[in-house]
C-alpha cells in the first residue's frame, strides 16, 4: 500500500481528508480530491508533479477502501490511481458502462 509508506505528516494530511470525504458523495469527493491534489509538487517538475498528485489520490483511495467502483466520478479517480488494482475496478465499471467510457477516458 502508498499509504503506509507515507511520512506521519502525509498520512496525518490523507486521514483527515479521508475522515471529509467519507460523508460525500463522489461528485463532490471528486471535486475536492482533484482540487487538493493538484497543488502537490508544485516545486517538482511537471512530470514528478502528476506523480505526486496521482500519489495523494491514490492513498485517499486506499484509506477510502471501496470495495467496487459504482459512479463515473469514482471511475475517473480510480483511473488516476497509481495501483493497477484501482484501474482495474474502474475499468470493470467501464466495461459494465460502455457508454461511459470515451466520455470518462477523455478527461
Known sequence: MLYERLNP???ETVDSYVTRLKAL??????DLLTNTAQPFGEDLPSDKAQIAARGFITA???RLAEAEVTDPRQAMLYLAS????????AGRYLDEHPELRSEIEGV
Open 82 to 89: 497509481l495501483l493497477p488494482e484501482h484501474r482495474a475496478l
Open 9 to 11: 505528516e502525509m498520512k
Open 60 to 62: 485517499v483511495l486506499e
Open 25 to 30: 458523495d463522489w461528485g463532490r469527493r471528486a
